[in-house]
């Protein structure tokens, strides 16, 4: 019993870090639908670049791979800027489906240009004042730095996006504009300019994540993928446009995603050896699509969502 | 009379020459490759792609510094000296495209036979083409053992497969507490009699994890946590989070490259002291592996070639030499396994004289290279014809080799199981995190 409550406390922990991970990663898509109802595909390849650029840049500047964050997040925003002047400014004259295939196409270019360019093989950070450090809290409880910091420059990144959106003028500027482009048009506000912020809010901050995890994860032209289905389910179980509902659906599936010790603690415990064989890892996702199908279900606009 | 005659003759040239031509050996023996060339594999692709191309280039010319029967002639010579031309084409990991580019090379390429392809799902769809349209495949490096237990008769394999090299490893561990493993005393058996097991949920990885469970029940192992995880997973965390709860001696892993990285971070991350850490290849075996440095010193990998062979076995020194020149790297898994599959395509067709069908499938049942001929350090070519495995080389085998610190302070494979040829120390227990 004295070992299902450390490993129920071990999964809390590494669920609420982990769930913190997803929400910074899912930050970006949120900020750039609640401006715009555009869903970025691309969002994992701007996850990727951000990997990239620290990758890359921490040797040839000197520094440690931490220092380049602001590097990686102007990257991303200035991606961000690019791709919405080259691309999806044109991509919102048309329906709905252009968008979304607008956007895939975007994922698809960004993924082979890394490929040109950077090569299949996954590549990791080697050094660094994160990379390979842990810090023990607990009983058996062991913190990753990358992972840890990445939680508080989630919660940070949060804290600032909130303050922005509610507390300026342009935040709120940037809010009218989601609730009514016309309207806000009317009242004089650039609605050209408050979405070309969206989305290099939305490029910095995915920017500045994968700057962040590129001290732990390694990084390949693919890399995105990983991270977009779960920013997806993160967003939509949250509610679309959501900055709050992507912090709270982000640490929900943070703690399911570390679920399965737990399950392998209890069967352990009660050494129902017939159950053994029920090992529930390979369906861990799976239980992250469940709760979001039943959310989607029972509430189709989300935890948080105020878009229908 | 005399034109009569004239005519006659022509006509008599005419109907002995057909046949002649008919029967001419053909210039060319169009061979087709199917590899990963892009794609999350496109690193073991090119591996496998020069492996293949450097035994074609052997085989092509007389090249007196090889050892190899293959190097003495140039061409296939029962084929009057046919040259072997490879068509090669990048599956990307994707069945159905592997499939699709097996139909082409038959039936617009005109091949002979198919080389191909690594991964086992891309395999199975190519040689389930190669059946129907009655097209000999031999395959040299996919390792699920359900490929040659469907009763192909177009279908040769030259590797060995998983269940063979997993048997290897309890055999290993059997043999560790027995005191057989170079430089350690026998180790208790209380020590690694737990294991804990992770394996990716594909077609490789399932099979593996099958292949785990019934050996370790066979051999007397406890295996306390046997995880199928999803493939290409963001976190791994709770994968061992269970396996570091069940205290396991040994961590075993099916892997391929960044599920194999991010394994070995997060296990470093917390702290995991497990005696032994073994991989079942793929990730394990990779030059981003490596670059791990100091973090898989003492990781155990099975594996069919490691460089360190070179030391007791010549032939596999030439080879690897003229390798180097090609690539500026060693031999490893992937293309030595490739240079043996084409090899036994060239000893085939020599031994069939003809590039007909039914002449290479007789063949390829009744050949028997002897492993002095290969780079791979098995007993020799030998494919079963009947029994539960058709098509299977009989006389493979596998190493298990460790990640260790070199003199010259580089991370390098050493030989540590067949007990008989290792070539260096064990290092027991793995240091842990």
Not at chain 1, 227 to 249: D, E, N
Not at chain 2, 139 to 150: A, Q, Y
Not at chain 2, 265 to 278: D, E, F, G, V, Y
Request: charge should be positive; aromatic fraction near 10%; proline fraction near 4%.
């Amino acid at each position: 019993m004295e070992e299902l409550g450390i490993q129920i406390l071990k999964s809390a922990v590494s669920g609420l870090i982990m769930g913190l991970v997803f929400a910074l990663v899912a930050l970006g898509l949120t900020v750039i639908f609640g401006v715009m109802d555009i869903v970025n595909f691309a969002h994992g390849e701007f996850l990727m670049v951000g990997m990239y650029t620290s990758l890359l840049t921490s040797p040839l500047l000197g520094v440690d791979p931490v220092l380049t964050l602001p590097l990686a997040g102007l990257v991303g925003a200035v991606l961000g800027v690019l791709c919405y002047f080259g691309l999806i400014r044109f991509l919102l004259r048309g329906p709905m489906i252009a968008q979304l295939f607008g956007t895939f196409g975007l994922m698809i270019f960004l993924r082979n240009l890394a490929l040109l360019f950077m090569g299949s093989e996954p590549r990791i950070v080697h050094e660094g004042w994160l990379v390979g450090k842990s810090i023990l809290v607990g009983p058996g409880v062991v913190l990753e730095s990358t992972k840890l910091a990445a939680a508080v420059l989630s919660l940070f990144s949060f804290a600032v996006v909130w303050w922005f959106i509610n507390r300026t003028k342009v935040g709120k500027a940037i809010t009218a504009t989601s609730l009514d482009a016309e309207g806000a048009r009317y009242m004089g506000i650039s609605t050209e300019y408050m979405n070309a912020l969206a989305w290099a809010v939305g490029g910095a901050s995915v920017g500045v994540a994968g700057g962040l995890l590129v001290n732990f994860w390694p990084v390949e032209p693919g890399v995105g993928l990983l991270f977009t289905m779960i920013a997806f389910a993160t967003v939509a179980l949250g509610g679309f446009g959501s900055v709050r509902g992507a912090l709270v659906a982000g640490i929900i599936i943070g703690f399911i995603v570390n679920l399965p010790p737990v399950w392998d603690a209890i069967l352990r415990s009660i050494d129902a050896a017939g159950l053994r064989g029920l090992e529930i890892h390979s369906f861990k996702y799976t239980m992250v699509y469940a709760v979001y199908f039943l959310i989607m279900v029972l509430r189709p606009q989300g935890l948080f969502g105020w878009k229908q | 009379m005399r034109k009569i005659a004239l005519k006659a003759a022509i006509g008599l040239l005419a109907v002995m020459l057909v046949p002649a031509m008919a029967w001419a050996a053909p210039k060319e023996i169009k061979i087709g490759v199917i590899y990963p060339l892009t794609g999350p594999a496109a690193a073991a692709g090119r591996e496998l792609r020069a492996g293949a191309e450097l035994a074609a280039e052997i085989a092509n010319q007389v090249m007196p510094g090889i050892n190899m029967d293959m190097a003495k002639n140039a061409g296939i010579k029962s084929l009057g000296g046919a040259k072997l031309t490879l068509i090669i084409k990048d599956h990307q990991g994707n069945p159905q495209l592997g499939a699709d580019l097996a139909k082409k090379l038959i039936l617009d390429d005109k091949v002979v036979g198919i080389l191909g392809c690594y991964y086992s799902s891309v395999t199975k769809t190519v040689s389930a083409v190669c059946e129907r349209y009655g097209v000999p495949m031999i395959n040299g490096s996919s390792t699920s053992p359900t490929l040659t237990k469907r009763g192909f008769k177009w279908f040769w394999r030259t590797t060995p497969h998983d269940k063979w090299f997993t048997k290897d490893l309890f055999e290993f561990l059997v043999g560790l507490t027995k005191g057989r493993a170079k430089g350690v005393k026998a180790v208790p058996m209380a020590e690694i009699n737990t294991l804990a097991a992770a394996c990716e949920k594909t077609e490789w990885g399932s099979n593996v994890a099958i292949e785990i469970k019934n050996f370790a029940k066979e051999y007397g192992f406890n295996l306390a946590s046997n995880i199928l995880y999803a493939a290409k997973s963001p976190d791994l965390s709770s994968e061992v989070q269970s396996m570091i709860a069940a205290k396991p001696g040994a961590m075993l892993f099916a892997s391929y490259t960044s599920d194999a990285l991010l394994m070995i971070k997060t296990l470093k991350s917390m702290k995991a002291k497990p005696k032994i850490i073994w991989g079942q290849d793929a990730g394990f075996d990779k030059p981003e592996f490596v670059a791990l440095g100091d973090d898989i010193v003492g990781i155990l990998t099975r594996s069919v070639f490691l460089p360190s062979v070179v030391k007791m076995k010549p032939l596999s020194g030439q080879v690897n030499e003229l390798y180097v020149k090609m690539m500026g790297h060693d031999l490893g898994g992937a293309s030595a396994r490739s240079f043996t599959g084409l090899q036994t395509w060239v000893y085939v067709l020599e031994k069939a004289g003809s590039t007909e069908p039914k002449a290479i499938q007789a063949a390829c049942n009744t050949i028997s290279i002897p492993g002095a001929q290969l780079v791979v350090p098995w007993v020799g070519i030998k494919f079963s014809t009947k029994g539960e495995e058709i098509g299977q080389n009989v006389l493979g085998g596998g190493l298990i080799g460790q990640y260790q610190k070199q003199k010259d302070g580089k991370i390098g494979l050493e030989v540590v199981y067949p007990f008989d040829i290792a070539t260096a120390p064990m290092v027991y227990p793995f240091q842990g995190y």
